[in-house]
């Protein structure tokens, strides 16, 4: 089916699923999921698909073997678009807050961290930097777990300190619930913001690589 936009039944779900997260909530309210957030994020999938690659819709169960927090069910649906490499992609959100969309790199080993720093630090940093502050002037905040300290095996007055600092980088918009969200819109919005943050994504999927 194309994709016509979330419906208000989407975040109503969610508000519900915040305040009541059972089994009995959950089966009570499935066909709202499968009809108000299933359907239109796997509809949106498609619809992007031939431009950013397959997606993956994540499970909304929780995994709660090692948690303390033992609610079954995750409060957002999210969806993700990889690389052929597998490091960086998209990624984009329906929960209680509105719709959330974004992309970019998050390491998933020490391994890719010390490829990111070390192609930052080589010849493919001064592209990377222009990267970056490209998305920093048209507002976006660049995001991700990063340290306080000059990285282990670089120089204290290194040009692009900055950015060896981070371990990851990420650009995350919240959209909300506006208007638009409950149309063809909404698919366009992603879109958009996806296509601003496709540079990052292949650099990191050039440089950095799997795991």
């Known amino acids: 089916m194309p994709f016509r936009g979330f419906p208000e039944a989407?975040?109503?779900?969610?508000?519900?699923?915040?305040?009541?997260?059972?089994?009995?909530y959950w089966q009570d309210h499935?066909?709202?999921?499968?009809?108000?957030?299933?359907?239109?994020?796997?509809a949106l999938l498609e619809e992007l698909g031939p431009e950013f690659g397959e997606g993956k819709l994540f499970r909304p169960y929780r995994d709660i073997r090692f948690s303390a927090d033992k609610t079954p069910y995750k409060t957002h649906q999210g969806a993700f678009i990889g690389t052929?490499?597998?490091?960086?992609?998209?990624?984009?959100?329906?929960s209680a807050g509105g719709l959330l969309a974004g992309g970019g790199f998050h390491a998933h080993s020490a391994d890719q961290t010390k490829r990111l720093r070390a192609a930052i630090d080589g010849p493919?940093?001064?592209e990377f930097e222009r990267i970056i502050g490209s998305l920093s002037e048209a507002g976006h905040e660049i995001r991700g777990a990063r340290v306080s300290t000059t990285p282990r095996g670089y120089a204290k007055d290194h040009p692009r300190l900055e950015l060896l600092r981070h371990?990851?980088?990420?650009?995350?918009?919240?959209?909300g619930e506006p208007a638009w969200?409950?149309?063809?819109?909404?698919?366009?919005?992603?879109e958009k913001l996806w296509r601003q943050i496709t540079p990052l994504v292949d650099w990191v999927g050039e440089h950095v690589g799997t795991d």
């Not at 499935?30 to 108000?36: H, M, P």
């Not at 052929?84 to 329906?94: F, K, L, M, P, R």
Request: hydrophobic fraction near 40%.
């Open 10 to 24: 989407a975040f109503t779900f969610y508000e519900g699923l915040e305040a009541d997260n059972s089994k009995t």
């Open 181 to 190: 969200v409950g149309t063809r819109r909404a698919g366009t919005e992603v």
């Open 124 to 126: 493919a940093g001064a």
């Open 167 to 175: 371990r990851e980088f990420m650009v995350l918009k919240r959209f």
């Open 30 to 42: 499935k066909a709202t999921y499968d009809e108000a957030v299933k359907a239109p994020m796997e």
């Open 84 to 94: 052929d490499v597998g490091a960086g992609g998209y990624y984009v959100e329906v």
